[in-house]
């Protein structure tokens, strides 16, 4: 079966035919190309498949009349005129393209311009409904629900539909029938029939097994029960067999149970030929029952070829995904891309209202921003792992690492069962401070938050004097709020018993955002009222100096001449 055609086409790219706008290219993480052909043009199209071009618009329409080919390969083409004034989305609109062009706008302060029928009569695009398939959608049919016709869901397996696909129903008249199934025949139930990914497909295979035996076995499997392979959740075996080469050649996601895990399921065709090489008597059923959660059932028993033997079970409720991802200190262009993926795949953004701000031009219309006030964690915390477990996709924000006093513990304490947990790493505070300022955290350093909210004080305290006689390198968050107005300053005179006054330290408050500020003063004269809830205070160690107006903490080496040593 042919799984995934591996597009050849790379990232994204920014091409001018003049000058390229400065720092555009950074800021997306892409290539750069000025001063293009028109022959370069129709390149960077051909080979890209996000593309920025800086052009008048005529130009870019003959290029892509050359180039475009299908609405499902083709890329996502931002065009902006040579006065940086619009950045409109020319092609691949629902392939990242409206997200493109509203990215592109934020950072070059343009207008983004988005004229898809869903757009503007802000309905949904079937063609992009998270969590399930559509494959082709007639344009007629997108037609009469831009045109306020209704939208009720057909469900002739019971599927526990989450939100996201809920929210495709809707009133009006004439309402189309859409049928929500992995079962081919189902089509005939209604105008038109979208796959989720209900399927777990068992797989139990020898040491010699080839992955076109695998293939072939499921796809024949799949055709003969009349299952869509567009259904395929995952693929789920023997734990000994994960790192199989058969099994990993399928390129699909695969999970793996022990033999005991698998032989406490009841499966309809157990085997002691089985049980007596690998220590269960079902590989194939038993694994794609246990992937497939609770209420799970056997769609298609155990199947053999050669070598392979091939199950089918069908979930009750969908895998919900739950990201906790770290958004790094502010500025979008200190978003991993992995970061930006899981906030792209999410049907629901879960946070403090300060930080979904920050993603604002990267959220698409059809997500749902759950946003919070300060505090609430638990709350935070719960919603997330609610909307998780009822089959979403939920990416929980935090500001910089989501794991430096912030949620990702919290998420921890408190999982479901059957969900799968992404742990998205940021950029935290204390480094993109002491990069803006050079590398003071070059050497060993500690973290301590100044806040005994959750951490009685006295911990605090003995952690701050523990670091400070060690020679640490110390970071200081949460150092000071309209209430907690005491701990930096006590904090302060615990390190001066062990360092200099002339000691360097870094204040840096708002780093990546707005009205970011950074100063480097000492120990002796830090001014404690410049300090608020968005600073973050590092305090260098005994070997922290400047050079050439940087702040650095050596890592031992020789330092070079010239080099004003530490005090
Ligand atoms: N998870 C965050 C930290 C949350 S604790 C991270 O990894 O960065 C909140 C504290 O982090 C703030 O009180 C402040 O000390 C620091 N902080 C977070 N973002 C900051 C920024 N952009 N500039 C300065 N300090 C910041």
Same mark, same amino acid.
């Given at each position: 079966?042919?799984?995934?055609?591996?597009?050849?086409?790379?990232? %994204? /790219?920014?091409?001018?035919?003049?000058?390229?706008?400065? $720092?555009?290219?950074?800021? &997306?993480?892409?290539?750069?190309?000025?001063?293009?052909?028109?022959?370069?043009?129709?390149?960077?199209?051909?080979?890209?498949?996000?593309?920025?071009?800086?052009?008048? *618009?005529?130009?870019?329409?003959?290029? +892509?009349?050359?180039?475009?080919?299908?609405?499902?390969?083709?890329?996502?083409?931002?065009?902006?005129?040579?006065?940086?004034?619009?950045?409109?989305?020319?092609?691949?609109?629902?392939?990242?393209?409206?997200? &493109?062009?509203?990215?592109?706008?934020?950072?070059? $302060?343009?207008?983004?311009?988005?004229?898809? !029928?869903?757009?503007?009569?802000?309905?949904?695009? &079937?063609?992009?409904?998270?969590?399930?398939?559509?494959?082709?959608?007639?344009?007629?049919?997108?037609?009469?629900?831009?045109?306020?016709?209704? &939208?009720? +869901?057909?469900?002739?397996?019971?599927?526990?539909?989450?939100?996201?696909?809920?929210?495709?129903?809707?009133?009006? #008249?004439?309402?189309?029938?859409?049928?929500?199934?992995?079962?081919?025949?189902?089509?005939?139930?209604?105008?038109?029939?979208?796959?989720?990914?209900?399927? @777990?497909?068992?797989?139990?295979?020898?040491?010699?097994?080839?992955?076109?035996?695998?293939?072939?076995?499921?796809?024949?499997?799949?055709? #003969?029960?009349?299952?869509?392979?567009?259904?395929?959740?995952?693929?789920?075996?023997?734990?000994?067999?994960? #790192?199989?080469?058969?099994?990993?050649?399928?390129?699909?996601?695969?999970?793996?149970?022990?033999?005991?895990?698998?032989?406490?399921?009841?499966?309809?065709?157990?085997?002691?030929?089985?049980?007596?090489?690998? $220590?269960?008597?079902?590989?194939?059923?038993?694994?794609?029952?246990?992937?497939?959660?609770?209420?799970?059932?056997?769609?298609?028993?155990?199947?053999?070829?050669?070598?392979?033997?091939?199950?089918?079970?069908?979930?009750?409720?969908?895998?919900?995904?739950?990201?906790?991802?770290?958004?790094?200190?502010?500025?979008?262009?200190?978003?991993?891309?992995?970061?930006?993926?899981?906030?792209?795949?999410?049907?629901?953004?879960?946070?403090?209202?300060?930080?979904?701000?920050?993603?604002?031009?990267?959220?698409?219309?059809?997500?749902?921003?759950?946003?919070?006030?300060?505090?609430?964690?638990?709350?935070? =915390?719960?919603?997330?792992?609610?909307? !998780?477990?009822?089959? #979403?996709?939920?990416?929980?924000?935090?500001?910089?690492?989501?794991?430096? *006093?912030?949620?990702?513990?919290?998420? /921890?304490?408190?999982?479901?069962?059957? +969900?799968?947990?992404?742990?998205?790493?940021?950029?935290?505070? !204390?480094?993109?401070?002491?990069?803006? !300022?050079?590398?003071?955290?070059?050497?060993?350093?500690?973290?301590?938050? +100044?806040?005994?909210?959750?951490?009685?004080?006295?911990? /605090?305290?003995?952690?701050?004097?523990?670091?400070?006689?060690?020679?640490?390198?110390?970071?200081?968050?949460?150092?000071?709020?309209?209430?907690?107005?005491?701990?930096?300053?006590?904090?302060?005179? /615990?390190?001066?018993?062990?360092?200099?006054?002339? @000691?360097?330290?870094?204040?840096?408050?708002?780093?990546?955002?707005?009205?970011?500020?950074?100063?480097?003063?000492?120990?002796?004269?830090?001014?404690?009222?410049?300090?608020?809830?968005? @600073?973050? =205070?590092?305090?260098?160690?005994?070997?922290?100096?400047?050079?050439?107006?940087?702040? *650095?903490?050596?890592?031992?080496?020789?330092?070079?001449? %010239?080099?004003?040593?530490?005090?």
């Amino acid at each position: 079966m042919a799984i995934m055609a591996l597009s050849r086409r790379t990232e %994204g /790219i920014v091409v001018a035919l003049g000058l390229p706008p400065t $720092g555009l290219a950074d800021k &997306l993480g892409f290539r750069q190309h000025g001063f293009a052909s028109f022959a370069d043009l129709t390149e960077a199209l051909r080979d890209h498949n996000q593309v920025v071009v800086v052009a008048a *618009y005529p130009i870019v329409v003959r290029a +892509l009349a050359t180039t475009l080919s299908s609405k499902d390969t083709d890329p996502a083409v931002v065009a902006i005129d040579e006065g940086m004034r619009f950045a409109t989305v020319l092609a691949g609109a629902h392939h990242g393209g409206e997200q &493109l062009a509203r990215l592109v706008a934020h950072h070059l $302060g343009a207008t983004a311009v988005i004229t898809t !029928a869903s757009s503007i009569y802000d309905t949904v695009a &079937l063609d992009q409904t998270p969590r399930v398939h559509f494959g082709h959608v007639p344009a007629g049919l997108q037609a009469r629900i831009n045109h306020g016709d209704g &939208l009720v +869901l057909v469900n002739p397996t019971d599927l526990f539909l989450p939100d996201a696909i809920l929210a495709l129903a809707h009133e009006g #008249n004439n309402p189309l029938k859409v049928v929500i199934s992995d079962r081919m025949r189902d089509e005939s139930l209604g105008d038109l029939r979208a796959t989720a990914p209900t399927l @777990t497909v068992g797989v139990g295979c020898s040491s010699d097994a080839t992955v076109t035996e695998i293939d072939e076995l499921i796809e024949t499997t799949l055709q #003969n029960a009349g299952l869509d392979p567009y259904a395929i959740d995952r693929v789920a075996t023997i734990d000994r067999r994960l #790192n199989h080469p058969a099994l990993l050649g399928l390129h699909r996601e695969l999970i793996g149970f022990s033999a005991d895990q698998l032989d406490a399921v009841e499966t309809v065709h157990p085997s002691s030929v089985v049980y007596k090489s690998v $220590g269960t008597h079902s590989v194939a059923e038993a694994a794609a029952l246990l992937a497939s959660g609770d209420g799970a059932s056997l769609v298609v028993e155990k199947v053999r070829a050669d070598r392979v033997t091939v199950a089918v079970a069908r979930r009750q409720r969908l895998r919900g995904s739950l990201s906790v991802v770290g958004l790094g200190p502010g500025s979008l262009d200190l978003l991993t891309p992995r970061a930006l993926g899981a906030l792209r795949s999410a049907q629901f953004l879960v946070g403090f209202s300060r930080y979904l701000e920050l993603i604002e031009p990267i959220v698409e219309r059809a997500q749902v921003v759950r946003p919070y006030p300060i505090g609430q964690e638990i709350e935070r =915390v719960g919603e997330a792992i609610a909307l !998780a477990s009822r089959g #979403n996709h939920v990416a929980l924000v935090t500001s910089g690492d989501p794991a430096v *006093y912030a949620m990702a513990q919290l998420v /921890i304490e408190r999982l479901a069962e059957d +969900l799968t947990l992404h742990i998205i790493p940021g950029v935290t505070a !204390a480094y993109a401070a002491s990069s803006k !300022a050079g590398a003071i955290v070059g050497h060993d350093h500690a973290m301590i938050s +100044l806040s005994d909210l959750l951490t009685p004080w006295s911990a /605090i305290e003995a952690r701050v004097e523990a670091a400070a006689k060690a020679d640490f390198v110390i970071a200081f968050y949460n150092p000071r709020s309209k209430q907690r107005t005491w701990q930096l300053e006590k904090a302060l005179s /615990i390190i001066a018993q062990y360092r200099q006054q002339s @000691t360097p330290v870094l204040v840096a408050t708002r780093v990546e955002r707005s009205g970011a500020t950074l100063t480097v003063t000492s120990l002796a004269e830090i001014d404690l009222e410049t300090i608020d809830m968005e @600073t973050i =205070v590092i305090i260098g160690a005994t070997t922290t100096a400047t050079n050439h107006g940087y702040l *650095y903490t050596p890592r031992g080496y020789q330092p070079t001449p %010239g080099h004003q040593g530490a005090p």
